[in-house]
């Protein structure tokens, strides 16, 4: 991988003054050492306690539970690696030849973990303020997606699953039906199969969670309707 991917911020927004941070961060295990775990480890916990700041000034009235379902909800494994393809990091991943051969660059975990340890890189490099001000901003628009009152609702697949159980019925079936679009900009379509009542619907999103909720959704809306 040429040099100059490890001297500027490109996507990310930061240029490092130590480039070897950036290049670690980028660097999995499987590669040898050294590598990302121990920035993962510390990136985990600054993400956290920025989400969870941008939170509690952003909704004054919320509870502790709404904030932490909230919090969750942001900085799960998935929404980080949309945030990862966003930046283009599995494009620039350093991996061992198991990892490239078995597509490790389009991993969720993996790029979760790149995400972290990038963030990580940052505040060793730069310090927390600036951290903050480059690393809040991949955040907003999943925050602003939140419903404003700070009382997130729950997901589609969630109420479906509590609609089915609430009448002693079978939980839904996820099948992934089709993936097509490159790698950076995938199409996933799910069939969300439930026994009784008879349905059948299908979603299709970026990642194959967003697809089951669209699927999800779509079942609720056909069990509300019979």
Wanted: with cysteine; aromatic share 6%.
């Amino acid at each position: 991988m040429p040099t100059k991917t490890f001297q500027r911020g490109d996507l990310i927004g930061h240029a490092f003054n130590d480039p070897g941070l950036l290049k670690q961060a980028l660097t999995h295990r499987s590669a040898g050492s050294p590598n990302n775990e121990r920035l993962e480890f510390l990136g985990d916990s600054i993400v956290n306690m920025m989400v969870a700041q941008a939170l509690y000034e952003r909704w004054p009235k919320a509870d502790e539970g709404a904030l932490t379902r909230a919090r969750a909800e942001l900085v799960r494994e998935g929404a980080l690696a949309v945030i990862a393809r966003e930046l283009q990091l599995g494009d620039r991943l350093i991996l061992g030849p198991g990892e490239m051969k078995t597509g490790g660059h389009r991993r969720d975990s993996i790029l979760a973990d790149a995400l972290e340890a990038v963030v990580a890189a940052i505040y060793l490099d730069a310090g927390f303020a600036v951290c903050q001000t480059v690393v809040l901003p991949w955040f907003l628009a999943s925050m602003q997606a939140l419903p404003a009152t700070g009382k997130p609702e729950k997901d589609p697949k969630t109420r479906l699953q509590e609609w089915l159980q609430a009448r002693q019925k079978a939980l839904p079936l996820y099948e992934l039906v089709s993936e097509s679009g490159d790698d950076h900009a995938k199409t996933f379509r799910v069939r969300c199969g439930v026994t009784d009542p008879a349905v059948s619907t299908e979603g299709e999103g970026a990642s194959r969670r967003l697809a089951e909720q669209q699927a999800a959704a779509a079942a609720l809306e056909q069990l509300d309707s019979k």
